[in-house]
């Protein structure tokens, strides 16, 4: 069945998507309160195109909470339990927030724009209640609100050449989580080498809607020699790559250690996080599960809460939370969340599907 | 357009979505990441219905946040501007709950289930992170999760007698805003006088799915002789009855004098809530702009984000932030930002819609 959603100004759209509507957009999700298209043709042709072509993604529901004032860097760093102490203007870092539980609040990219002034470009839920809820407490000297900025993202494996055909070479020399301005029409970008895919491209944070609305137009204006077409954030392609959706593959029910993301707990040095003693805790005591990679041997898939999955005697070992179609395996790839000692790569399950059983293997991330 | 959405399970159904479906739900709408059914037929059809039968909606995006722990008290008072102090064990009330800036975070209706134990029943806002950061850093002891909770509203004219012929004369002793345990099949439920139209009804918080499936079914099998139908909360029947939907008609960036919440705000007596000194300061000001009802000379509107309102002279001076067709008013009615000295009754106005100026005139709320 297809869902129908009815629009309302709780669930806005963003400056881009009267023009998705123009160039044929054929479904959206919501996020963050707001509409983004997830496709025009179908998640596999856009696959196929973003591997080897350019595309251009309308994330503006990316919200990007600004955080400012004198006590931002140490709002910041409360929030989330990777070192940000090294993070220098012109540089964005993948952090995950946790509650004083341990648990998952959300998985932001936080760009530092000077010191004490952060931009939080959040996944699907409402960071900045969180970040008022303890800046209120603290009596800390910030301003938090949702800034006026949406963005655009230029993916796929011609990325790099696009985009110097619009704003010069300089932008090829742009490392993979930094940022930097750039001119188009007069007009100045926040650009970063970031984005949901893993065919390499760039983010363009726009805070001018008109001047985003040209550059937006001469993208398809110049887009033939490249192929470029409007896309999304592409469901296969982001399992495979191993990037996690906030709200899908986890929620404030796990914690970091689960999700995979020892790299970014740092335990050792003397930075304040609200969840530091939880997550000494939770690594003392070990993990029980953990998010992995799955192959299952079915073409079709459609999922709209978690599955459980079986061993091969029948005993529940995960839950599937995550799922697509893979032109490239020709079966469906997902994400699941799976008991520790069965996280082991060719690990055999079973899951059912309408009433049948279908067969799979854990696999692990990125699946390749 | 139809605008589709696609499913995943961080946009989750209900217990009760595989039902409404059977029943030919035609819309969503999207509410605390999950699916809130928005019509079977026509709202103007439902909107006639409600007012002479009974509907059954399935509300269960009211997602419910506990909290617990001795100093639960403190949290919840802290976080509105309403006095909860004389709020009894089996009483719920509507509460704005307030940032320190004194912007409205959302309008739940919090029940006291025991002195240190609440259910926050939400509107579309994420209120967990609200009152985990805050807890967090007040070191509160307090358990703050959203409960496995699924509430079914059963709303119109003829409730009380529906109600009475399933759970027994009882329940039509229930007091407006009062709540009570009642059985069904040797199970039992929570039951309210309350739910988002001005018809009359109860709300069924069922913390047993397979209890509340049977009773959804029980319904439908003896709902023939009161004209029972699945139904939605009625856009056009709630603006009218000056039912406020966070989102749409407020939100973060008002206050809750702007939203006419007077009555439920608090600044003579000890109480202690974080936008206390800023409302304090909002109230010595006044205000500059305050939510009124609106009538528009039009039969069809379709919101996606605020519009604005011009006098007869061009000037701004408000924003319509809901609207929808009355079939009491044949035209169209809705929910503005109005700027304070126009808030009269008759006040005329106009806006543009589709290019063409239409005119409306305000009015007070509920709109009668």
Known sequence: ????????RRLRGTPFTSRLEKQGVKSYTIYNHMLLPTTFSTPEE????????????????????????????????????????????????????????????????????ENNRWRVCIADSDVLLFA????????????????????????GAKSDKFMSKIFGK??????????????????????SRSGFSKQGGFEIHIDNINAGLDLYDYFFKIGKDFNLKP???????????????????????????????????????DIVFLGKEKLKEIKKKGIRRKLMGVKIETNLINLSAEIPIFNLDEKEIGKLRSAAFSPKFKKVVGIAMIQKDL?????????????????????NLPIV
Not at 173 to 190: E, Q, T
Not at 347 to 361: A, D, I, P, T
């Open 1 to 8: 069945m297809k869902t129908v959603i009815t629009r309302s």
């Open 46 to 113: 856009e696959y196929v195109h973003l591997k080897e072509h350019v595309q251009v993604w309308d994330v503006s529901v990316q919200r990007e909470i600004e955080i400012t004032g004198e006590d931002s860097d140490k709002l910041m760093q409360l929030m989330t339990c990777r070192n940000l102490s090294k993070l220098k203007v012109g540089m964005c870092y993948y952090v995950p927030l946790v509650d004083s539980e341990g648990g998952m609040i959300n998985d932001p990219l936080v760009y530092k724009l």
């Open 132 to 155: 008022k809820g303890i800046a209120s407490v603290k009596q800390f000297k910030v301003n938090i609100f949702e800034a006026n900025v949406n963005t655009l993202a230029i993916q």
């Open 170 to 191: 300089k932008i090829n020399d742009l490392k993979f989580f930094r940022y930097d301005f750039f001119n188009f029409n007069n007009n100045k970008f926040l650009i």
């Open 231 to 269: 896309g999304t954030p592409n469901h296969p392609e982001r399992i495979e790559g191993g990037l996690l959706s906030y709200g899908s593959d986890m929620d404030i029910n796990d914690n970091p250690f689960e999700c995979g993301f020892d790299r970014y707990i740092d335990l050792e040095s």
């Open 343 to 363: 996280c082991k790569d060719l690990q055999k399950f079973k899951l059912k599907l309408n009433g049948n059983y279908v067969f799979g293997e854990v696999c």
